[in-house]
């Protein structure tokens, strides 16, 4: 069952105790037993202290650290695997996993941030015929997507909901805003998030917003899927804290990399840091860029990818062996044998009750 959401108009902030009288008198019922008409007699057994056995005081806190993970060599993505194939390493030393199993029905929530500024202006078209088209093939009854469009701004166009024709609509009224934002209360669908360049995109801005207002308190299989130049401008987060949001919410992210090489030159996305910036949003999260140029046919390939990728892909848990939650990163490595690449989280942060970021 999904959790229940606040509204999203403006910005989301987001011992059981038990005490039972020890039954004395219906353990000793012969002494306890009142004589007709008369005070009950004193007992002659010595008092005691109540006995607390360790099990009404025990408190279990043990953190399940939940893993997405797809493993692909040159044949492509690879199912069948068992879990005596993979061997998990969190800061280097092996874990034992509890779980191992090939997750294609498990429910999925699938967040689209829409590049929507100026540089988009001649690819909107592309994205949001394709955009459509994915979500309508890749959505079951159990499954949920959400689209939000950021440039100046970060808006929420579409909340949770399985509806194709209802996500078609909202990705087909999204529009290029490349002028100044306008006033609101910072945050997804209630305004802009604070900016320096009125002229900004706020990639990583939108990144950590979805990942913190709308994947957090998620379960299950988590992504989100950029479709961007890649270039960034006036967010007040880094690409190092949209990481931390999105693998704190356990969200793998893919950034489909299309560009508009008509508007003055801008979105020449072969340059070097807005790319290496992407690769490590995707790479640290479990994801990969996918290069697309502006070509429609390379971007429905793309979103065939992912499909693909995301009906191959396998979950395993287990207990860490460092059960000190400090709030610390803990890297993970993996090895399901040679010649096979694995595309998963890089780590998790050691948060009591959230290993798995749910």
């Not at 279990?60 to 993970?69: A, G, K, R, S, T």
């Not at 992504?223 to 007040?236: A, F, K, P």
């Amino acid at each position: 069952m999904r959790t229940v959401r606040p509204n999203l108009v403006s910005t989301l902030t987001l011992a059981f105790t038990l005490v039972l009288p020890l039954p004395w008198c219906g353990v000793l019922r012969a002494q306890c037993a009142p004589e007709p008409g008369g005070p009950p007699p004193k007992s002659n057994a010595p008092e005691q202290a109540p006995q607390i056995h360790d099990t009404q005081t025990l408190k279990v806190n043990v953190n399940l650290v939940n893993v997405y993970f797809s493993v692909r060599d040159k044949s492509g993505f690879l199912t069948g695997l068992k879990k005596d194939e993979c061997t998990i390493y969190e800061d280097k030393d092996p874990q034992t996993l509890k779980q191992f199993t090939q997750e294609k029905n498990l429910p999925l929530t699938i967040g689209i941030l829409l590049d929507t500024s100026g540089s988009q202006q001649n690819v909107l078209p592309l994205e949001q015929d394709s955009g459509a088209r994915f979500l309508k093939e890749v959505l079951t009854p159990k499954d949920e997507a959400f689209l939000i469009s950021f440039d100046v701004n970060v808006d929420l166009l579409a909340d949770f909901t399985n509806n194709a024709g209802e996500l078609k609509r909202a990705i087909n009224k999204a529009t290029i805003n490349a002028g100044s934002s306008s006033a609101g209360i910072p945050g997804i669908g209630g305004g802009p998030v604070p900016i320096s360049n009125p002229r900004g995109t706020l990639l990583f801005d939108a990144v950590a917003l979805a990942s913190n207002e709308k994947l957090r308190r998620e379960s299950g299989r988590k992504v989100l899927i950029l479709l961007t130049d890649g270039g960034d401008q006036g967010s007040t987060e880094t690409v190092k804290s949209a990481v931390e949001a999105a693998q704190k919410a356990n969200a793998i992210i893919y950034v489909i990399l299309i560009a508009d090489r008509g508007f003055g030159g801008y979105g020449n996305i072969t340059f070097g840091s807005p790319v290496g910036d992407m690769e490590k949003l995707a790479g640290d999260t479990g994801g990969r860029v996918i290069n697309v140029s502006n070509d429609g046919r390379k971007l429905e390939q793309a979103f065939d990818q992912i499909q693909d990728e995301l009906r191959t892909q396998y979950l395993a848990s287990y207990t860490p062996k460092n059960t000190e939650a400090d709030g610390k990163f803990r890297k993970l490595d993996y090895d399901c044998g040679k010649g096979r690449k694995i595309e998963a989280r890089k780590g998790y942060y050691a948060i009591a009750g959230d290993a798995d970021g749910n």
